[in-house]
Structures are given as C-alpha cells and as structure tokens.
C-alpha cells in the first residue's frame, strides 16, 4: 500500500510562483510514473502533467506548458509541481496519482491518489 501526501498548497498572488510536494510511502516509488491534476469548483478533475518512474520523461497539459515543471527525487519518495506565472485560472484543489502502468492522461486507472491541497491565485 502507497499513501501519498501533497503539500505546498497557498494564496498567491497572480504572477506569482508555488512549489507543490507529493511525498509517497514505501519503498517503491520509483516503479510509478506520478501525476498531477487539478479540480476547480464546479469543474470536472483535469490533468495537469506527468512524470516517468526514472524522472527522464514528462508531459504537460497545453494550458499550464512553459509555466509549470514537473520533478521528482526518488531518493525522497517526492514528486514536485514547481508552478510559475500563477493566473487566476489555475486555481483548483491539485492531487497527485501514482501510476504503475507508466505515464497516463485519463483521469482513471491510477493505482493510488492523494488527498490534494488547494491553490489560491487571487487577481
């Protein structure tokens, strides 16, 4: 069993930046490829981005491509969602999702999800 842990969430201003964490238990982390996604009030769970098991490959939704940054240390069981040039738009509760069957973009078929911590961009 994989718990998985976000933290980082905030109020920021537009234009500003954020560092999100998803930290996992176990000894296994680097067999999942980690995602992130994002669900704004009223709005359906959207993905964000993706990251390999390895850390050498990453995907991106086009609405957060140039702004946001997806790393990982595997060392620290730690993904990360370095975000940049904030807009009003982005804010939502963000989840990290583990996923052993590689990079996906669908928002089902994760094998663990964690509880999500809120993002505030004010204007």
């Known amino acids: 069993q994989v718990q998985l842990v976000e933290s980082g969430g905030g109020l920021v201003q537009a234009g500003g930046s954020l560092r999100l964490s998803c930290t996992a238990s176990?000894?296994?982390?680097?067999?999942?490829?980690m995602h992130w996604f994002r669900q704004a009030p009223g709005k359906e769970r959207e993905f964000v981005g993706a990251?390999?098991?390895?850390?050498?490959?990453?995907y991106y939704a086009e609405s957060v491509k140039g702004r946001f940054t997806i790393s990982r240390d595997n060392a620290k069981n730690t993904v990360y969602l370095q975000m940049n040039s904030l807009k009003t738009e982005d804010t939502a509760v963000y989840y990290c999702?583990?996923?052993?069957?590689?990079?996906?973009?669908?928002?089902?078929?994760?094998?663990?999800w964690g509880q999500g911590t809120q993002v505030t961009v004010s204007s």
């Open positions: 999702a583990a996923s052993s069957k590689g990079i996906l973009v669908v928002t089902r078929g994760y094998d663990y």
């Open positions: 176990g000894r296994t982390f680097s067999r999942y490829a």
């Open positions: 990251i390999s098991g390895s850390g050498g490959s990453t």
